[in-house]
């Protein structure tokens, strides 16, 4: 099974900031990742696949970059509608994993 | 854009059974693959489940195998998963999800099911 560590577990930031987060896997994706953000009472949704393939609708303010088994995901000028968790998640290899999850709350 | 929506969570004892159902609207249902994710309260994102459009295809990561049923009617745009022997650590909201190029990008809104005598 492919784990995926997801680093910072949570970061406190604040409107305006640019705030990077990491999720290293156990072995290379092949580029089969995804990030998705959840807020509270809330179903995930869909950031970007593909490592950095914005999904339809996201703002550009978010970006993913990486390769082989580091990928990261970017959100520059941070705002008040970002304060979310974010998961990220391989698709490359069964059993399908996610990161633990990167919690961005106001500093 | 289409639609998920989840039924059938609740309130069981230990060692019991459970079905939920999964309803798709606004898109063609047989030619997707749908999954089942699930969270634990205060917890992360577990996948738990995928079949294919034709349910040629099914998989379950080795922690719920044997006890967690996928399976699904295109007839009626309903995917269900059934759980038996059910454990406190299922304790969870279970998220529908369809998948396309390996990508979750539709979510139901997700439904409970607590685990407690």
């Known amino acids: 099974d492919i784990q995926i560590a997801q680093s910072p577990s949570s970061v406190s930031a604040s409107v305006g900031d640019r705030v990077t987060m990491t999720c290293r896997a156990s072995?290379?994706?092949?580029?089969?990742l995804a990030w998705y953000q959840q807020k509270p009472g809330k179903a995930p949704k869909l950031l970007l696949h593909y490592t950095s393939t914005l999904h339809t609708g996201v703002p550009s303010r978010f970006s993913g970059s990486g390769s082989g088994s580091t990928f990261t995901l970017t959100i520059n000028s941070l705002q008040p509608e970002d304060f979310a968790t974010y998961y990220c998640q391989q698709s490359n290899s069964f059993p399908l994993t996610f990161g633990g999850g990167t919690k961005v709350d106001i500093k | 854009e289409g639609q998920l929506l989840e039924s059938g969570g609740g309130l069981v004892q230990p060692g019991g059974s459970l079905r939920l159902s999964c309803t798709a609207s606004?898109?063609?249902?047989?030619?997707?693959?749908i999954n089942w994710v699930r969270q634990a309260p205060g917890k992360g994102l577990e996948w738990v489940s995928e079949i294919s459009g034709s349910s040629a295809e099914i998989y379950y990561p080795d922690s719920v195998k044997g006890r967690f049923t996928i399976s699904r009617d295109n007839s009626k745009n309903t995917v269900y998963l059934e759980i038996t022997r059910l454990r406190a650590e299922d304790t969870a909201t279970y998220y529908c999800?369809?998948?396309?190029?390996?990508?979750?990008?539709?979510w139901g809104q997700g439904t409970m099911v607590i685990v407690s005598p």
């Open positions: 072995q290379g994706l092949s580029n089969w």
């Open positions: 606004g898109f063609r249902f047989s030619t997707y693959a």
């Open positions: 999800v369809r998948q396309v190029l390996r990508v979750f990008d539709i």
